[in-house]
């Protein structure tokens, strides 16, 4: 069983943020598969289940908000003994430009505050990670940044990569990650 969890804040105000970019990977591949999420309140997310491969997979976009998105990684990984090494977390990252993405095995927060309560909660920061890029930054906190809307210029390269996105996630779970990383990063 592996966990595919894409990190964003819920509500309306923030679903397409940058920010969000985790949860939007997981809305495109849900909607492309007909797969509907529903609200696990004791595993504090937003939970869909199907079969890849043979495998099952759980994707997970977490209702703790940003911050805390190691408390309902934790919740899942506890209710079905899920190990670190079957996780990937999906999430936004500053450093990277919209349109591009990176596989890494491990690492450390990177000042990115879900990755920090991820840490955190599973003990290690031995996880695999698919980064979406946001950037490039302009010259503003990263806090406001992260919680702008995509600009309608960006839509297309947006799709775009929630696209590319499932396709590289799809192609993880069949490969591992040295191969992704070779192919997608």
Known sequence: MKLIT????????????RHNAGFMV???????NNLSFKQESKLKSFITKFKLNGED??????TTFMNLSGEAVRAIMDYYKIQVSDILIIYDDLSLDL???????????????GIKSIIKHAGTKDF?????????????????FVLQNFSKEQL?????????SIEAVEFYLENGMEKA?????
């Open 57 to 62: 997979i759980i994707l997970a976009k977490p």
């Open 181 to 185: 990383q070779n192919k997608f990063n």
């Open 156 to 164: 297309p390269l947006l799709k775009e990569v929630l696209l590319n």
């Open 99 to 113: 349109g591009r993405i990176r596989f890494r095995a491990n690492g450390s927060d990177g000042g990115h505050n």
């Open 128 to 144: 695999a990670r698919l980064k979406i890029g946001i950037g490039p930054q302009p010259n503003i906190p990263s806090e406001n």
């Open 6 to 17: 894409g990190l964003g804040n819920i509500g309306d105000k923030y679903c397409f943020t």
């Open 26 to 32: 997981l809305d495109k591949w849900a909607m492309d």
